[in-house]
């Protein structure tokens, strides 16, 4: 269902996949499932790059919560009886600390946008409708590229006769959509999965970790709703779980969960080192830059005047 205040955002992304398909185009064919998969591998990255500085920032408030998890934990118990009180010190200390309990669905929400524009844009491409500024050269091309035999706007469910139409065998076609459904499914999966077992791991009594092992298993059945959707979305979605994924783990591996002590303060904990690290059998601190050298202060001290001249007498 396209809305109609949204064509601005439809004609973004589509502008900005003409541009990347032209790219590609000066030096391989135009109507190729690899260039068409190249296109929108580059469109994901991309949109993931300009959505990096959100990423941070859902981390590193993410990380400050954790690090308050005993601060909090106290406050609860010290106001289990009056829930209005212990919301409004949690609140406090959370603002106090520069952290939002609301910061990691900035990544999701900034995303959803151009899902629904890809959505749209190539269920356009699937209708052969030249519209958003596309032009019918461009979406005859999308729709003679194939990707291991199938056509980039097919899906599941999509009728025997339409597939026929793309120049594509049913079965076949089937069969490479279940694969890349699966990869959805399972991409899904590692990447919550990712996130639950360090949240976990840092807060082992955190009264929502059953929750958060039940969204870890049924989070997979969710990609099973793209059986509906364009082979081309379904690229995108696999490839910007393959980023999550990355991405996290760098972020994971160079900022370890905090440990704290008897008293609830956090100790240091040294970083994972870094896979050229590892190949240059190095560790974080011996790569790190050295403190500058302090300015080496010099004390003048007072020269003791003779006696003479603090009485002011003459030898």
Not at 164 to 183: D, H, K, S, Y
Not at 201 to 216: F, R, S
Not at 270 to 287: A, C, D, I, Y
Request: charged content about 15%; glycine content about 6%; aromatic content about 10%.
């Amino acid at each position: 269902m396209e809305l109609s205040w949204l064509n601005w955002l439809y004609e973004a992304v589509a502008f900005v996949i003409t541009w990347i398909h032209t790219g590609y185009a000066t030096f391989l064919n135009p109507d190729s499932g690899l260039t068409w998969a190249l296109t929108i591998i580059t469109l994901t990255v991309l949109m993931r790059i300009c959505i990096f500085p959100l990423f941070l920032k859902q981390m590193r408030s993410s990380k400050k919560m954790q690090e308050l998890a005993p601060k909090v934990a106290e406050i609860r118990k010290r106001y289990k009886n009056d829930k209005q009180r212990m919301n409004q010190e949690v609140m406090a200390l959370y603002q106090g600390a520069g952290a939002n309990p609301l910061g990691g669905c900035l990544p999701v929400l900034a995303q959803f946008p151009i899902f629904i524009g890809m959505f749209t844009v190539l269920n356009a491409m699937a209708s052969g409708q030249p519209k958003f500024g596309m032009t019918q050269e461009l979406v005859d091309s999308a729709g003679a590229a194939h990707i291991f035999g199938a056509p980039l706007p097919a899906y599941f469910f999509m009728s025997e006769a339409d597939m026929v139409a793309l120049n594509a065998n049913p079965i076949q076609t089937r069969v490479v959509m279940g694969v890349f459904v699966a990869l959805s499914s399972l991409t899904t999966f590692l990447t919550v999965r990712q996130s639950v077992t360090r949240s976990m791991a840092q807060m082992p009594d955190n009264p929502m970790a059953q929750q958060q092992k039940i969204l870890m298993w049924i989070s997979p059945l969710f990609a099973f709703f793209s059986l509906n959707f364009p082979l081309g979305l379904i690229l995108y979605w696999v490839t910007t779980n393959l980023w999550t994924l990355g991405q996290q783990h760098w972020f994971y591996s160079r900022h370890p969960a905090p440990q704290f002590d008897a008293k609830g303060n956090v100790i240091p904990v040294k970083p994972k080192p870094t896979l050229v690290q590892r190949v240059r059998g190095t560790t974080p601190e011996e790569e790190a830059p050295a403190p500058p050298p302090q300015p080496k202060i010099v004390r003048n001290q007072p020269v003791r005047q003779s006696r003479s001249k603090r009485t002011g007498s003459k030898k």
